[in-house]
């Protein structure tokens, strides 16, 4: 089973794809796309789109994990990242994968085995459970992450 992991936002996107073989689980690619922040929303979201569906067309994923909206104070930015969760379920959609959703607290417990825990935790569990060993920024790590939850989840049926 192949799972693309989805960090959405509109500044940068994190994506991963993780293949699920009996126990073990390999890192098939991982990376972010990176939108110009001077470019208006809609531009920004088209770039989005592209690359994330020519991620889902050379790595073929059957699942996409993607981490749910997170409601801080300002409205502006839970808007914006909704809006970026959009384009990223549309690719996803549009290829047919099946769309799972994951609140950060359950991806940090499957991950670290906390849901505080702090995005370095993070990124060296996923790096420690997929041994990769190169520098990735936060938004791959919790691409990674969403992956291997979605993978711990599914075959657990904890869904």
Known sequence: ???????????????????????????ITSGA???????????????????????IEEYEPQHAAVEKVFFGKNIQSAIKLGE?????LLAAAQKDLE??????????KAIVGGGRAHKSQIK?????ILNIDKEMGDDESDALAIAVCHCQNYIAGIL
């Open 33 to 55: 796309v990176r939108t110009n922040t001077k470019e208006p929303i809609p531009k920004r979201l088209r770039v989005i789109h592209r690359e994330i569906s020519q991620v």
């Open 84 to 88: 970026g969760r959009g384009v990223v």
């Open 99 to 108: 769309i799972f959703e994951y609140d950060a607290t359950k991806v940090k």
């Open 1 to 27: 089973m192949r799972v693309m992991g989805i960090d959405p936002g509109t500044r940068i996107v994190g994506y991963s794809v993780v293949e699920k073989n009996g126990n073990r689980l390999t890192c």
């Open 124 to 128: 060296f569990m996923v790096q420690r």
